[in-house]
């Protein structure tokens, strides 16, 4: 399938399970807020637009469930993901990863009273839940 936006493509935001249908649709409003993030710091590097790679985005229950890298929410019920609001994102300009703590205080700064926002070593969760939540290495 084709772009949602600039920097975001239908494919991207499915379950890698490989074993069911859950997707984030389009219509959904964490596509916009990290396209906002993508198209902040494009503006603020003086570039056409940033490299997004979405480590993760939907994912079935069963798929949430199995032991990642750097584990899930308190219960792991509770993740976001599975509710098909939340992207694991890392930004680059070129081949320069922008690094996760940066990521973090925009979105941050930006929803200063909303939204799930984490930061990890290596990437940046950010999700669309109604309450504000923050977490991770800052």
């Keep these: ?5 600039k920097n975001i493509s239908q494919h991207e935001l499915k379950c890698k399970c490989g074993n069911c249908e859950v997707q984030i649709q389009s219509h959904e409003l964490i596509i916009q807020v990290v396209q906002e993030g993508c198209d902040h710091f494009a503006n603020l ?12 985005a939907a994912r079935c229950y069963e798929y949430n469930r199995l032991p990642f890298e750097f584990g899930g929410a ?11 609001n939340a992207m694991d994102i ?5 081949d320069v990863q922008i690094m996760p703590s940066l990521v973090y205080a925009y979105f941050c700064t930006k929803y200063p009273d909303q939204f799930g926002v984490g930061s990890y070593k290596t990437f940046t969760h950010v999700d669309s839940r109604s309450v504000r939540a923050r977490w991770g290495l800052v």
Excluded: W, Y
């Design 1 to 5: 399938m084709g772009n949602l936006t």
């Design 45 to 56: 590097l003086g570039i056409e637009r940033v490299k997004l790679i979405i480590t993760s």
């Design 90 to 94: 890392q930004l680059f300009a070129g």
């Design 74 to 84: 308190g219960s792991i019920d509770e993740s976001q993901h599975p509710r098909c």
